[in-house]
């Protein structure tokens, strides 16, 4: 069976059955039974109701990374990857040969700052050029980067709000061919809904750091705000652009991101259904979740969770041409579930979990030219109960099972 009827097999037998929101909103004032600790990293147990192993094949494509974050494949199917602390760019082959490409130098480690997100130009070819996202001692930047042994990176887009936590940093070219990064609002909430500030946003870019034509605000480069720290980026075929949003200890989100719209950070944490406000399209409980990637493969989403331990499998429907005045339904509609999602917003069942504790901390996911799902662990960033495993971190290959 094609891996695009993963999503029919979702939804079999499911179709019934991590803020500040106004009150009576059915955002981040939910009732939840137990009050969440933001420094402890433990996560939720698995849930067999809505198990999906069955659904997924994982290998290992390479060992021994030290908090691999940032993934972006070359036009010869081989991948680079950055490693947050270490300042490196690394080459990684589909048989798990790992070489040293460019030290970045003026990458500065800060917690959850570094080196971040990485692009591969698509014009690599001819140009050799990569693109980087990167913390210093002042600020979070994007810069240019030929990969020729000898240059140094070229910032195109400096000024980007940096912290210890909440750096955002995924960087992908759109079906556009335009640069997209995501930024987090560096602990300081009210640049969230500043669209003169940097931060809490999704930026869409020229190579040249620009604003192209079709950006909603003139001479911004802000594509979308309201966002916490936002750090997964992909593309359905359709077009539809994905995000995937670590929350504030009370609900992470899944998103359809459309340009001009107000995602409601820090007024809205999780499904607000307030006007005004973008909700998403699926929000979990940081137990089972803080999500951090998403790559979408035919009819499913897949995103990974840091402090969950698993991914979930997300069934796709068709999203609506443009978010309406009246809310869309949620499931499930018991208020302290830990997963609830919009089945009339583009969610065509039950999202489902797998790998549940297999593979520890799992951040980045991208789909890799032969269809298949590349992921980075970080168990290595001091955030796993129990420390890492002997072969941590991994880059790790997952395909959707074929029926």
């Given at each position: 069976m094609h891996r695009s009827r993963i999503a029919l097999?979702?939804?079999?037998?499911?179709?019934a059955g991590c803020s500040s929101a106004p009150a009576g909103a059915s955002g981040r004032e939910l009732p939840h039974t137990d009050p969440i600790d933001p420094t402890d990293f433990h996560h939720g147990a698995a849930d067999p109701s809505a198990a999906a192993d069955d659904l997924v094949s994982v290998s290992t494509v390479?060992?021994?990374?030290?908090?691999?974050?940032g993934l972006s494949f070359l036009p010869d199917g081989n991948a680079l990857v950055t490693e947050r602390a270490t300042q490196l760019i690394k080459r990684v082959t589909p048989k798990g040969q790992v070489t040293t490409v460019a030290r970045i130098t003026q990458a500065v480690s800060d917690n959850e700052g570094g080196l971040l997100g990485i692009a591969v130009s698509p014009s690599y070819r001819t140009d050799h050029t990569v693109y980087i996202y990167y913390t210093t001692r002042d600020d979070n930047r994007v810069a240019r980067l030929r990969l020729d042994g000898r240059s140094k990176p070229r910032p195109i887009v400096t000024g980007i709000p940096k912290s210890g936590i909440h750096d955002g940093?995924?960087?992908?070219?759109?079906?556009?061919g335009y640069l997209y990064a995501s930024t987090g609002e560096a602990s300081h909430t009210d640049a969230?809904?500043?669209?003169?500030?940097?931060?809490?946003?999704?930026l869409r870019m020229t190579t040249d750091g620009k604003p192209p034509p079709g950006n909603p605000f003139p001479h911004s480069l802000v594509w979308s705000y309201g966002h916490r720290n936002p750090e997964g980026m992909a593309w359905a075929a359709d077009g539809t652009m994905y995000e995937s949003e670590i929350g504030q200890a009370v609900w992470d989100e899944l998103n359809i991101i459309r340009p001009g719209t107000n995602y409601g950070w820090p007024r809205i944490e999780g499904i607000g259904q307030t006007p005004g406000y973008v909700d998403p399209i699926v929000a979990w409980h940081p137990e089972?979740?803080?999500?951090?990637?998403?790559?979408v493969v035919g009819d499913t989403a897949v995103v990974t969770c840091l402090r969950g331990q698993r991914i979930y499998l997300v069934p796709l429907g068709k999203p609506p041409a443009a978010a309406g005045r009246r809310p869309p339904a949620i499931a499930p509609t018991d208020p302290t579930a830990s997963v609830r999602w919009r089945p009339e917003a583009g969610v065509a069942a039950r999202p489902r979990e797998a790998?549940?504790?297999?593979?520890?901390?799992?951040?980045?996911?991208?789909?890799?030219p032969d269809g298949s799902?590349?992921?980075?662990?970080?168990?290595?960033?001091g955030r796993r109960p129990g420390g890492p495993e002997p072969d941590d971190d991994r880059i790790l290959r997952l395909t959707l099972r074929d029926r």
């Open positions: 097999l979702l939804a079999a037998g499911l179709l390479a060992k021994h990374l030290d908090v691999p974050w940093g995924r960087l992908m070219f759109g079906p556009d969230s809904q500043d669209l003169n500030n940097l931060g809490g946003k999704i089972v979740g803080v999500s951090s990637g998403v790559a790998l549940f504790e297999r593979y520890g901390r799992l951040r980045t996911a991208l789909a890799a799902i590349w992921m980075t662990t970080s168990n290595r960033d």
